[in-house]
């Protein structure tokens, strides 16, 4: 059976056809002043010895600000994005895209982050598109919160003023957050991850952030009130959290489509053997958000370890996984990758 093992450095040939079975991703790790040690301890990721505090790990990502890599089988230590281009199939395509058009994260807020937004396509700087995402939240603590919009009557003269004299609070939205929540953020919405959550994120191929307020932070990092104020949607009222816990198990449900991502989960309960079928004419992330067990597909056989990223390729959709504990995944396509 082939396991997934110790990343080696892949050779490849020009004349190779695709070698398809589950990539189990290695991320790409960014320190961020409001981090901690969680994504390590609690997710398994290997953090670098100095530096930090380590706040992200881009565990599928073809972005320039961070690549990541195979980490199993014959293609080990290969940038995903460079064996996207190599094999094209690997998304169901001919021609290789530019960029794979999402990124998928694990984040550790051990303090809040800045109050934030991200622009739309329409007016993301160029050579970066908008950043509509979602997160899953993995463990927070109890009375947890998160900021998720603005309260009414908040227009961009206001927003503006309150920033620069750091009374965000009278404008932002704050709503309660628990273990098992899912929560949009639509491009243009006001929001902040706070302190003590550990969560997934899916969004586009995008690193443009502009900051509000980050919380008298030092070292100071700069702010981008009037490039905020001017991609802000006040007219809108994002989703509030849902909760994934009474979603009847061993199902697929979707949790969000829109132009950029599809997000669903599965779940199963422990001790369990299940057959997995799931549609995937372009490629399809799989993320252990929830317990630990094994994925089987062919003669593959591999651990499933919480806080792991696998990505499908295309016209891989069926396979069996074992549950050793409550097993949950979230499962990722992009909408934008067609034929």
């Known amino acids: 059976m082939l396991d997934s093992g110790p990343i080696t450095h892949y050779n490849y040939s020009m004349s190779e056809r695709l070698i398809v079975y589950p990539l189990l991703m290695q991320p790409w790790v ?26 992200e790990v881009w565990e599928v990502s073809d972005h320039p600000d961070g ?4 980490a199993n089988g014959p293609y080990a230590g290969m940038e995903f994005g460079e064996l996207l281009r190599r094999f094209p199939e690997l998304v169901g395509l001919t021609e290789p895209p530019l960029r794979f058009p999402l990124i998928v994260k694990y984040i550790d807020a051990s303090e809040d982050l800045s109050v934030q937004v991200h622009p739309d396509d329409a007016r993301a700087p160029r050579g970066e598109t908008g950043k509509c995402e979602c997160w899953f939240i993995m463990d927070c603590p109890e009375g947890a919160e998160i900021v998720l919009g603005m309260n009414n009557g908040t227009d961009a003269g206001r927003l503006a003023e309150a920033a620069r004299a750091g009374t965000i609070d009278s404008c932002i939205r704050r709503v309660p957050i628990h273990p098992g929540d899912f929560v949009q953020i639509p491009p243009g919405t006001v929001h902040a991850i706070l302190g003590g959550t550990l969560l997934c994120e899916v ?5 443009t952030t502009y900051r509000l307020w980050d ?50 989960t599965i779940s199963w309960p422990a001790p369990c053997r299940a057959d997995v079928d799931a549609a995937n004419d372009h490629g399809l992330i799989l993320n ?8 089987i597909a062919g003669d593959f056989s591999a651990p499933l370890k919480l806080g792991q990223s696998w990505f499908m390729p295309a016209g891989l959709g069926r396979f069996s996984i074992e549950a050793d504990t409550p097993l949950r995944f979230l499962a990722t396509r992009s909408m934008q990758l067609k034929s």
Not at 203 to 207: I, L, M, T, V, Y
């Open 288 to 295: 252990v958000v929830e317990g630990s067990g094994r994925m």
């Open 30 to 55: 960014s320190a961020r002043p409001w981090g901690g040690r969680r994504l390590e301890t609690r997710l398994g990721k290997t953090l670098p010895d100095h530096g930090g505090p380590w706040g």
């Open 215 to 264: 919380w008298n932070r030092q070292p100071a990092r700069p702010l981008h009130i009037d490039d905020a104020c001017r991609v802000c949607d006040y007219g809108a009222r994002p989703p509030m959290p849902v909760s994934v816990g009474t979603l009847e198990a061993a199902r697929w449900h979707t949790l969000v489509t829109n132009n950029y991502f599809q997000v669903q």
């Open 203 to 207: 969004q586009q191929c995008s690193n």
């Open 67 to 70: 690549h990541s890599r195979i």
